[in-house]
């Protein structure tokens, strides 16, 4: 069995390239920490000075510039450790950022579809965020906060053993209470974020179905679950608070309290001889800086906690099983595709696969187009191609060439998929259209949306091609985006491309002007379509008949009329429906 690491190594790899500033930021904060102590043991000289009588004023002068040199070394330590420490770990998050949706591009898309939006916005975002405290603040900060008191601990031992025990009394009494209020923290923290992350999916749920929760009049339900998780999780947290209020009172109260033992035992030594007034002022003095950076590195506790949490739900994420491909491209002669007794299933465990065993053959050039009755597995089929999709079994190739062999990215130069879902980013129509091809000139641009039915009504918005589009393209209608999407695909110049209902969003005229440019552009190209108006693929050179996950029947469109009762049920159906239409028109 794989052995999982240990929360601090794996954030320890993540850190990566920058280990070496962390490095520099301890040893800075360690000596941001001492400098910080040198005031103490001026003090404890000025007290002896004046015990002793001294009235040089150039003496308390000197040592009162120790006091501030102190202070502003510190400062100055200290400063530059946070400088660099924060540096590394922006550059951490940044890059720990971009490797998670570099991985969400090579896992199968049934991964991301299995997990709500608002998990992938709450480890992307905020824990991703939540690593900057442990990485900028604890690692540096935890670690001179622990290292300073240590030596000035061993220094009091030297100076008193028995002092050096009385002023660390306070310590284990304060830890017992905080014991207290840490008890069950890792799983009180795990069932905070368990409550944050179905809040977060909540939220997203009820904001992107807004339309729908206004159409159906179901506000009072789903405001309902929306305010039941935000007041669950709120509930939780104000109760682990009252749960830990007494513990964190009365440890914050003990720790600094280090006198009520220094004083009394101090004070008895003194009287009897074998405690010295110097030796005991300095103990005095010294004790109080013990506690400062131990309750400084105690802070950091919390993240510690968290820690295995932030990690694990990070490292879950860069953990998923990916698609496995090749770094080096594949030698690809032509772009035949080949479907060899392939099965596909979700989920391994499922009674039923979504493909059962199917056998296709896509000749190059050449228009095919799968239909048949809605779940029957027609998209999943163009998914596969795509490489959306991993077989369960049997082979998939391109060119001969098996797909699992094809680097996922040469893959996609070959194809261009337009769904009628397509998603459009929160930027202007000619940004949107350029997605196809990064290098197009925005003269490519515009010809190509011409050639698609886009430019007049792109022209008739109130900014033309620089208008923004939206949150997913909402500013625009659905047939709208639909232009866009598919002369986004056309500007790609893939030579493989698929429609996955790529027209469902356009009414009749729309439709009829799209298609007559799609077949123009794609002349020469390998088409294949998913489609449900069957008059609009009529002249395919293979309709495939895609039926409960099986090929039933492929042909031309007069073939299958007359071979399978399948299709010409459907097109009679389809025909019916036109004609009603029409008539009630």
């Given at each position: 069995?794989?052995?999982?690491?240990?929360?601090?190594?794996?954030?320890?790899?993540?850190?990566?390239?920058?280990?070496?500033?962390?490095?520099?930021?301890?040893?800075?904060?360690?000596?941001?920490?001492?400098?910080?102590?040198?005031?103490?043991?001026?003090?404890?000289?000025?007290?002896?000075?004046?015990?002793?009588?001294?009235?040089?004023?150039?003496?308390?002068?000197?040592?009162?510039?120790?006091?501030?040199?102190?202070?502003?070394?510190?400062?100055?330590?200290?400063?530059?450790?946070?400088?660099?420490?924060?540096?590394?770990?922006?550059?951490?998050?940044?890059?720990?950022?971009?490797?998670?949706?570099?991985?969400?591009?090579?896992?199968?898309?049934?991964?991301?579809?299995d997990q709500s939006s608002g998990r992938f916005?709450?480890?992307i975002v905020d824990r991703v965020e939540s690593?900057?405290?442990?990485?900028?603040?604890?690692?540096?900060?935890?670690?001179?906060?622990?290292?300073?008191?240590?030596?000035?601990?061993?220094?009091?031992?030297?100076?008193?053993?028995?002092?050096?025990?009385?002023?660390?009394?306070?310590?284990?009494?304060?830890?017992?209470?905080?014991?207290?209020?840490?008890?069950?923290?890792?799983?009180?923290?795990?069932?905070?974020?368990?409550?944050?992350?179905?809040?977060?999916?909540?939220?997203?749920?009820?904001?992107?179905?807004?339309?729908?929760?206004?159409?159906?009049?179901?506000?009072?339900?789903?405001?309902?679950?929306?305010?039941?998780?935000?007041?669950?999780?709120?509930?939780?947290?104000?109760?682990?608070?009252?749960?830990?209020?007494?513990?964190?009172?009365?440890?914050?109260?003990?720790?600094?309290?280090?006198?009520?033992?220094?004083?009394?035992?101090?004070?008895?030594?003194?009287?009897?001889?074998?405690?010295?007034?110097?030796?005991?002022?300095?103990?005095?003095?010294?004790?109080?800086?013990?506690?400062?950076?131990?309750?400084?590195?105690?802070?950091?506790?919390?993240?510690?906690?968290?820690?295995?949490?932030?990690?694990?739900?990070?490292?879950?994420?860069?953990?998923?099983?990916?698609?496995?491909?090749?770094?080096?491209?594949?030698?690809?002669?032509?772009?035949?595709?080949?479907?060899?007794?392939?099965?596909?299933?979700?989920?391994?465990?499922?009674?039923?696969?979504?493909?059962?065993?199917?056998?296709?053959?896509?000749?190059?050039?050449?228009?095919?187009?799968?239909?048949?009755?809605?779940?029957?597995?027609?998209?999943?089929?163009?998914?596969?191609?795509?490489?959306?999709?991993?077989?369960?079994?049997?082979?998939?190739?391109?060119?001969?060439?098996?797909?699992?062999?094809?680097?996922?990215?040469?893959?996609?130069?070959?194809?261009?998929?337009?769904?009628?879902?397509?998603?459009?980013?929160?930027?202007?129509?000619?940004?949107?259209?350029?997605?196809?091809?990064?290098?197009?000139?925005?003269?490519?641009?515009?010809?190509?949306?011409?050639?698609?039915?886009?430019?007049?009504?792109?022209?008739?918005?109130?900014?033309?091609?620089?208008?923004?589009?939206?949150?997913?393209?909402?500013?625009?209608?659905?047939?709208?985006?639909?232009?866009?999407?598919?002369?986004?695909?056309?500007?790609?110049?893939?030579?493989?491309?698929?429609?996955?209902?790529?027209?469902?969003?356009?009414?009749?005229?729309?439709?009829?002007?799209?298609?007559?440019?799609?077949?123009?552009?794609?002349?020469?190209?390998?088409?294949?379509?998913?489609?449900?108006?069957?008059?609009?693929?009529?002249?395919?050179?293979?309709?495939?008949?895609?039926?409960?996950?099986?090929?039933?029947?492929?042909?031309?469109?007069?073939?299958?009329?007359?071979?399978?009762?399948?299709?010409?049920?459907?097109?009679?159906?389809?025909?019916?429906?036109?004609?009603?239409?029409?008539?009630?028109?």
């Amino acid at each position: 069995m794989k052995q999982t690491p240990s929360p601090v190594k794996r954030l320890w790899e993540l850190a990566g390239a920058h280990r070496r500033a962390y490095a520099l930021s301890i040893i800075l904060a360690i000596l941001g920490v001492a400098c910080g102590m040198v005031p103490y043991f001026a003090i404890a000289y000025i007290m002896l000075c004046l015990i002793d009588g001294v009235t040089a004023l150039n003496t308390y002068a000197l040592w009162c510039g120790v006091i501030l040199l102190g202070f502003t070394l510190k400062l100055l330590f200290s400063t530059l450790s946070t400088t660099v420490s924060h540096t590394a770990t922006f550059q951490t998050l940044k890059e720990v950022r971009i490797k998670i949706a570099d991985k969400l591009s090579r896992v199968p898309m049934g991964y991301i579809i299995d997990q709500s939006s608002g998990r992938f916005k709450d480890v992307i975002v905020d824990r991703v965020e939540s690593m900057e405290p442990i990485l900028a603040h604890l690692v540096p900060e935890m670690t001179s906060n622990l290292f300073v008191p240590l030596c000035i601990i061993v220094y009091l031992f030297i100076l008193d053993w028995r002092m050096a025990l009385a002023s660390l009394v306070t310590l284990p009494i304060g830890f017992l209470c905080y014991m207290g209020m840490s008890r069950g923290y890792s799983e009180r923290f795990s069932g905070l974020m368990k409550r944050v992350q179905k809040m977060n999916a909540t939220i997203i749920e009820y904001v992107g179905g807004i339309e729908v929760i206004k159409a159906f009049n179901q506000s009072a339900n789903s405001y309902q679950k929306y305010s039941d998780a935000v007041n669950d999780d709120a509930r939780y947290a104000v109760d682990w608070m009252k749960d830990t209020q007494l513990f964190m009172s009365m440890s914050n109260t003990i720790w600094p309290s280090v006198w009520l033992a220094v004083l009394p035992i101090g004070a008895i030594l003194y009287q009897h001889g074998t405690l010295s007034a110097p030796v005991f002022l300095t103990i005095m003095i010294l004790s109080l800086g013990i506690v400062g950076p131990i309750l400084g590195a105690i802070k950091f506790t919390d993240n510690i906690s968290q820690l295995g949490t932030i990690v694990e739900e990070v490292g879950n994420l860069l953990d998923a099983p990916e698609m496995v491909r090749p770094d080096h491209d594949a030698d690809i002669h032509d772009l035949a595709i080949h479907f060899q007794d392939v099965s596909f299933s979700y989920d391994l465990k499922a009674p039923k696969p979504i493909l059962d065993h199917i056998n296709l053959t896509i000749q190059p050039g050449t228009m095919t187009a799968l239909v048949g009755p809605s779940g029957s597995g027609k998209s999943t089929i163009t998914k596969l191609i795509t490489g959306f999709w991993e077989a369960t079994s049997g082979v998939i190739t391109l060119g001969g060439v098996d797909l699992k062999k094809i680097p996922l990215s040469q893959l996609s130069s070959y194809v261009s998929y337009v769904s009628q879902d397509n998603y459009l980013f929160d930027e202007s129509i000619r940004e949107n259209i350029r997605m196809g091809r990064l290098s197009a000139t925005d003269q490519e641009v515009e010809d190509v949306a011409r050639k698609c039915g886009c430019h007049d009504f792109i022209m008739g918005l109130e900014h033309g091609y620089d208008t923004i589009v939206g949150g997913a393209g909402g500013h625009l209608s659905g047939g709208e985006r639909q232009r866009i999407a598919i002369a986004r695909a056309m500007l790609k110049d893939a030579p493989i491309i698929i429609f996955d209902e790529a027209t469902a969003y356009l009414d009749p005229e729309n439709e009829s002007l799209v298609q007559e440019a799609i077949s123009k552009l794609v002349q020469g190209k390998t088409l294949i379509m998913v489609a449900h108006r069957l008059y609009t693929v009529t002249g395919a050179d293979q309709l495939v008949v895609v039926n409960q996950g099986r090929i039933e029947a492929t042909g031309t469109h007069r073939e299958l009329l007359q071979k399978c009762p399948l299709y010409k049920e459907m097109w009679q159906a389809h025909i019916g429906s036109r004609d009603e239409g029409g008539a009630t028109a």
